[in-house]
């Protein structure tokens, strides 16, 4: 008698478990994290991105939180869509929400911790020109985007904007992506040697190993899809920013 409940129950649970987690996959959210190191431009992306406005940045202390919307294709910042009342119809056509999460690091941790739900997308805001001497740092960040246990389970895409194209000293896409991936490489190693001296069942729950054990890193090996686009927020000579591949890869996520 005791066999046939216990198999009923174990069949309803797993149905139940599988049923969560298919749904929870479909549940995507609509948040844009805009990440990186300190300066590398993220409050001025979101700035120009949500409200369309050039603005004087400072250190940021906390996240920006703001809504644009995409539509009939075409994107448009918030401001624009005159969705200044809470639940009037233009604010319901708002789509995206954009996170400004600040480049210091320990607020950056909490911030991300509080905002990891329902994430559409990510975008690593880089400084091309600053970038040789930054880019361990900025590996380790994309690194710790990717081996994430919740952004890697959801398959949040991932964007590097190589950013600051305007300025001639700025490196590009390819040599910020290819520099990345070696030390995205080296850095696989190191902590990989970390792990195994402590608590593995703890720390394997929360990151994940990311790319193909025995080969090199290279981004294509990841199941988020990641890419590299280079964009400017400003530009010296006083023209609009160029944000268009920045725009471009939202509405391909959505
Ligand atoms: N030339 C140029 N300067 C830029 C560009 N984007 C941002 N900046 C400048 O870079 C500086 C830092 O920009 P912020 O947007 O404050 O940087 P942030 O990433 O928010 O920095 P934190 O808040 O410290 O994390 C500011 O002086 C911006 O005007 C760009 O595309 N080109
Ligand atoms: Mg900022």
Redesign the pocket.
Known sequence: MIIPILATLTVIIVTAILLKVVFARRLKGRRILLV?L???????MFSQLHSGMKIM????MKENKGLMSIEDGKMSDYSQLGAHQPGSPREKQAVVELV?V???ERLRSQILEKNKQGVRGIIV?VDSVNFPTESRDVAELVYDMLADSTFCCYRVPLVVAC??Q??VTAKSANVIGSQLEKEINALRVTRSAALEGIDNTNVGSKNTFIGKEGKDFEFSQVSNSVSLIEC???R?TGDEADLEAVKDWIKGVF
């Open positions: 990186g300190s300066d590398a431009g993220k409050t001025l940045t400072q250190t940021s400004d600040p480049g210091h805001v950013n600051k305007d300025m400017s927020c400003k010296n």
